[in-house]
């Protein structure tokens, strides 16, 4: 092996630096999930312990009620609160107050009068509501929880605090015990570095290109660590978790029990007791880490078991009216709980395994573009010369996909009472973006054309960063609005002006493979930015994706000064034109039957109809992120075979005609699921697969059908399809408020099977022309 030179040595150095770095990033996301899952962890339990208590004032207003009295006339309601808080010392205080918010019953040291968004919380919430936000503070968790009365209409609430100061310091002790794991792992991952570099450097077979030996050892080592953290952090993890779930299974066992002495003070017999089996079922359901509930006493058990061994068992007396003991109440403890709690962050551990892989191969292909650039030139492969511009467009692409995830969500929060239907609220700012998007579309292949793509991406890069900090900072409904049409302009003119520099750079031997690697980058971008910011969104907030955007917006602007082969300069001083080409039949029939139905789909269903519906199946941020990755993943797999059929066959227009089918037949998924024939989120999924498929299939083909009247013609097809974008939310917004998203999925898939027949139509009638 020949003597490396400088520059070989600091390529090395920069890849090993990078690889590194992350790792750093993946284990310090992976760190603070972990973290965070212990922290819900803890609350939870705690929410479902104080659920018990909750439960006994519920079951005391309805049985007021069954009798005639109001809630303000309850005489069973101020002994049941005193004695919780007496048996509870963590209970601070209890209070149950009525529909307007004013405090009927209270026992302990009340905090004050109940905040009216706490009522409005309460009276919301499907099951217990809490704030964990205090923790941070005065360490206090308050939980309340609606109540109804024997009509099953709304009659108040109950709200308790709690003493959490115990629970604060687990949490912060969670937090300490991670830096020491994480740092371990760290040493461990810089002793794996040098002999993993070592190997792909010399140790592979030939026909293992250099960057394909880098990405196996930057998978072995993310695995790695990512395994040596999670098994770091199990001891600890159910050191925390098992003392508060038995003190969890002493208070069900205790709610249970009083439950059951309460009948038997009415003269109810032991051996008589009817639907015992039932209620402890029931009560069982509700509390997963129970795997046995037993009463037994006078000759006789009721017991209620689900599969496992039981790791340990507590127990609470069952006495008769004359406070004798009568029985026992027995709560088997499931020994697993830790292990497959941890399982459940495994998804999303995943997520950020593949954020870090695809990170740094992003960057390495940068690395090793620029560094080969005088050999690529030589060889006359123009596209490999893209290694830079490729990931300053990702970092910019991905700032945008971020907020895909949870956006909708996002916006039906802002919205409240602003004299709006639920779905026009929702899709008003999403359609006002893509109608942003397409004004300035033109416009910026102009600029791109004239003062340079360097200058004109930078512009890009500060206008979305922008965006992202006006919305980080808030300002109601309308401004974010405004804030959102700030970045459509950034990610617009960022966009078309890298669009034109890839053109430019690919040459027409070689467009569409040069526009595949930015279609690739774009989809990259997709895959990591919606899971990853629907897991940002679900952990810390909108607030934390706003600024993680803004942050790689401003990332992006830095990579692309670094990039030397983009022009500075003007290319063109002639202004592009862009309405003549309309008159052209191959173009305008393009555009209107494959490039606008194909962006109406995409906005109005995959931004905006599966997250809404999603969100209404409870799924979480974090999983609907996962979900939409589905989309960006099968493009991203099928766009480099379409484009090479696309290359070397020319079957443009078929490979556009069978997108366009294969993501029209994924709306009859929708009909199935408005029928009762499928589950309605296996046929989101369908819906998202296909049109994934058909996407990958048809996005670099039709760009290089356009392209062939010139580069003007591509920016032509980016507005168009922008128009598409506006409109997609809007349909979808409206259909919504008249049928179930089952409909509205197949109303999507119709007018993409009429366009496509539409495309197919024109391009027998121009065959028969020519």
């Known amino acids: 092996m020949s003597v490396a030179t400088p520059p070989v040595l600091q390529r090395w150095l920069r890849i090993a630096l990078l690889l590194l770095a992350a790792q750093v990033l993946a284990l310090a996301l992976q760190a603070v999930l972990l973290v965070h899952k212990e922290r819900d962890l803890l609350v939870d339990i705690t929410v479902a312990r104080l659920g018990v208590d909750a439960d006994e004032v519920r079951a005391q207003v309805l049985r007021d009620s069954a009798i005639g009295l109001r809630l303000a006339e309850s005489r069973g309601l101020p002994r049941l609160l005193a004695r919780q808080v007496l048996d509870d010392p963590q209970i601070a205080a209890v209070q149950v107050f009525d529909l307007d918010g004013s405090v009927r019953f209270a026992a302990g040291v009340p905090p004050g009068p109940v905040p009216a968004a706490t009522v409005e919380a309460i009276g919301r919430a499907r099951g217990e509501w809490f704030d964990a936000a205090a923790l941070d503070g005065a360490a206090q968790l308050q939980v309340g929880r609606a109540l109804i009365d024997a009509d099953d209409k709304p009659a108040g609430g109950v709200l308790f605090t709690l003493h959490a100061r115990h629970l604060a310091e687990q949490i912060a002790g969670a937090r300490e015990a991670m830096l020491p794991r994480v740092a371990w792992t760290l ?7 040098v002999p993993l570099l070592w190997l792909a450097a010399v140790g592979a077979k030939a026909w293992l290109t250099l960057r394909t030996r880098l990405l196996a050892a930057a998978l072995l080592l993310a695995a790695g660590s990512s395994l040596a953290l999670t098994l770091l952090t199990l001891p600890g993890f159910a050191g925390q978790i098992e003392p508060a779930l038995e003190s969890k299974a002493e208070r069900v066992a205790a709610g249970l029990a009083g439950r059951v002495s309460h009948a038997l003070a009415l003269g109810i017999p032991f051996d008589r007791l009817v639907g015992v089996e039932s209620y402890l079922q029931d009560s069982m359901a509700r509390h997963p880490e129970l795997l046995l509930l037993r009463l037994e006493g006078d000759g006789k058990a009721y017991e209620v ?3 496992g061994e039981v790791d340990r068992t507590v127990a609470a007396p069952v006495t008769g009216a004359d406070g004798n003991n009568l029985g026992l109440l027995l709560a088997g403890l499931d020994p697993g709980v830790a292990v497959r709690e941890l399982r459940t962050v495994a998804a999303d551990m995943a997520i950020v395994f593949l954020v870090a892989v695809v990170l740094f191969n992003e960057v390495l292909g940068a690395i090793l573009s620029s560094g080969d650039a ?25 700032s945008e996909e971020l907020t895909r995830a949870f956006l909708p969500l996002h916006i039906a929060g802002l919205a409240g009472n602003v004299g709006l239907s639920p779905g026009t609220a929702v899709s008003l700012p999403i359609s006002a973006y893509m109608a942003s998007f397409a004004l300035l579309t033109p416009f910026a292949g102009q600029w791109s054309a004239r003062f340079g793509a360097a200058r004109i991406f930078a512009l890009g890069a500060l206008l979305s960063a922008a965006g992202f900090g006006w919305a980080l900072a808030g300002g109601g409904y309308g401004a974010f609005i405004a804030a959102r049409c700030l970045c459509a302009a950034g990610y617009a003119v960022g966009t078309m002006a890298m ?24 989809q990259t971008a997709a895959i990591c930015g919606a899971p990853v910011g629907g897991l940002l969104a679900q952990q810390f907030g909108s607030s934390a994706v706003f600024a993680a955007a803004a942050a790689f917006s401003l990332l992006a602007l830095a990579v692309q000064k670094l990039d030397r082969s983009a022009g500075h300069g003007p290319r063109s001083a002639t202004p ?21 139905p194909i962006k109406l789909v995409l906005a109005g269903f995959l931004f905006y109809l599966v997250p809404v519906a999603l969100r209404q199946e409870q799924y979480s941020s974090a999983a609907i992120g996962r979900a939409m990755m589905l989309y960006f993943v099968l493009v991203a797999a099928s766009n480099p075979a379409a484009s090479w059929l696309s290359d070397r066959y020319g079957w443009q227009r078929s490979l556009v005609t069978g997108g366009g089918l294969l993501v029209a037949a994924g709306g009859l998924a929708g009909l199935a699921a408005t029928a009762g024939w499928l589950d309605g989120p296996a046929a989101l999924m369908i819906g998202i697969a296909t049109l994934g498929l058909g996407t990958g299939l048809s996005a670099a083909a039709l760009q290089a059908l356009l392209a062939r009247h010139g580069a003007a013609a591509v920016v032509l097809l980016r507005t168009v399809e922008r128009m598409g974008a506006v409109a997609g939310p809007l349909l979808a917004g409206s259909l919504l408020g008249l049928m179930a998203y089952g409909g509205v999925m197949a109303a999507i898939g119709a007018v993409m099977g009429v366009a496509t027949l539409g495309f197919m139509l024109a391009g027998r009638q121009q065959r028969r022309v020519a």
């Open 305 to 307: 078991r689900r599969a």
């Open 499 to 522: 669009q034109q520099h890839f053109l430019q750079v690919g040459g027409a031997g070689e467009r569409t493979r040069s526009l595949a690697l930015l279609v690739g980058a774009v």
């Open 374 to 398: 005088k050999a690529q030139a030589a060889a006359g492969t123009r596209h490999q010369r893209l290694g830079l511009a490729r990931l300053a467009v990702f970092l910019l692409i991905l």
């Open 187 to 193: 040493g461990g991952v810089a002793l794996a570095l």
């Open 576 to 596: 592009q034109r862009l309405l003549p080409l309309l008159r052209i039949p191959p173009v305008r029939w393009s555009l209107l039957t494959a490039a606008m």
